[in-house]
């Protein structure tokens, strides 16, 4: 079954920056656009950003100009960089490819507080 592997969370403050990481089990996600989700306490799932099979990104209004989404075929992967970060980005944050019947990874927290 394909997978999903999300890391790179952590705990930081207010301005500072992270780069998290979705690996995939299997190259195929290569033909495919990623997204990277997230979901605070209490609230919906959300879409942060993604990028196409040819690498067009496209970001969410609120972490436009902050975060920048990236992908790596050779090795199965997609970041996210994460600059400027505000206790609003307090998350935890999820890879997938978009309406798809992928299974959820676990996830990686990210922390933003003073």
């Known amino acids: 079954q394909v997978q999903l592997v999300e890391s790179g969370g952590g705990s930081v403050q207010p301005g500072g920056s992270l780069t998290l990481t979705c690996t995939a089990s299997d190259k195929i996600f290569n033909i495919y656009t990623m997204a990277w989700y997230r979901q605070a306490p209490g609230k919906q799932r959300e879409l942060v950003a993604d990028?196409?099979?040819?690498?067009?990104?496209t970001i969410r209004d609120s972490v436009k100009g902050r975060f920048t989404i990236s992908r790596d075929g050779a090795k199965k992967t997609v970041y996210l960089q994460m600059n400027s970060l505000k206790p609003d980005d307090t998350a935890v944050y999820y890879c997938n490819r978009p309406n798809s019947m992928v299974p959820w990874g676990q996830g990686t927290q990210v922390t933003v507080s003073s």
């Open positions: 990028i196409s099979s040819s690498g067009r990104p």
